[in-house]
């Protein structure tokens, strides 16, 4: 079992590494920050998704989809990244409609982790799953239909927000959000607790970013992507960690 983890981690590393090593290819300058900020949040995500599947071991059966979860939203975000990173080095570009690829999958995802840490408490059900995944899901496509230009931008950024919106209710006001606060589990209730905090101000970057990108205009294309790249490393890899915490915490595990 570990032997096969270390094999999956090292095939991460050598598929994210794979993109580097062509000659021919415009080579990162000492002074881009925008494209060193890329780098340094690719290795924070591979350094995230293998902590969390080394960890996965360790916490009780009923939490260990949840943290394979959150190794998973890293993980996919690291391979995003690398090309990220690659296409800015190449180009002096990263358009941000390209990030709507890595948070098509990442963030339903994410949501889901509400869902699986209700379920690890035993107070979940399919109702949940699917309100939170369909909210995710509206936000992003009308986000993603708004910026790549298919809709009016207005619209697209009105469609987003009400998908944002809605998931904020669920886990607020909605069943979610009363299923966590009765659950009676401290781990649980102080996962939830955060991962709201993050859902709600971590979150609240990304349309700012659409605004002042998009339908104001007036912030340059580096700043934009390095608040983007701070961000992620936050809203996945502190997101992930709360998870793991409270994992480990309801595992009865001594650190
Ligand atoms: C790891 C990536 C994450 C957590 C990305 C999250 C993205 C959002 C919360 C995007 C939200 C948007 C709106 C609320 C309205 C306008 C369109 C979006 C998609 C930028």
Redesign the pocket.
């Known amino acids: 079992m570990k032997k096969l983890k270390l094999f999956a981690l090292t095939a991460l590393a050598l598929l994210g590494a794979s993109g580097v090593a062509n000659a021919e290819t415009v080579l990162l300058s000492t002074d881009d920050f925008v494209g060193i900020s890329f780098w340094v949040i690719s290795m924070g995500m591979l350094a995230a998704t293998a902590f969390f599947f080394l960890e996965v071991g360790s916490v009780s059966a009923a939490w260990r989809t949840s943290v394979t979860v959150a190794g998973l939203v890293t993980g996919i ?1 690291f391979i995003h990244y690398m090309y990220m990173r690659g296409v800015w080095v190449q180009t002096g570009d990263s358009p941000t409609v390209y990030r709507y690829i ?2 098509l999958i ?2 339903p995802l ?1 949501m889901v982790e509400f869902y699986l840490i209700l379920k690890a408490v035993g107070k979940a059900n399919s109702g949940m799953f699917w309100r939170l995944l369909i909210g995710s899901v509206v ?2 496509v ?2 993603y239909l ?1 910026e790549a230009g298919y809709i009016n931008a207005t619209l ?2 009105v469609i ?2 009400a ?2 919106f809605y998931i904020l209710y669920e886990v607020f006001s909605g069943e979610s959000g009363r299923a966590a606060a009765k659950s009676g589990n401290k781990a649980l209730v102080t996962a939830f607790g955060a991962m709201r905090m993050i859902v709600t101000v971590g ?1 609240a970057i ?2 700012l ?2 605004v002042f990108g998009y339908l104001t205009g007036g912030v340059d294309a580096n700043a934009l992507n390095v608040i983007y790249n701070l961000a ?1 490393f936050i ?2 890899i502190a997101f992930g960690l709360v998870i793991w915490a409270a994992a480990t915490q309801a595992s009865g595990r001594r650190r």
């Open positions: 975000a890595d948070w990442t963030v994410q936000m992003l009308g986000g708004g697209g950024f987003g927000m998908g944002w979150w990304y349309p970013g659409y992620d809203n996945k």
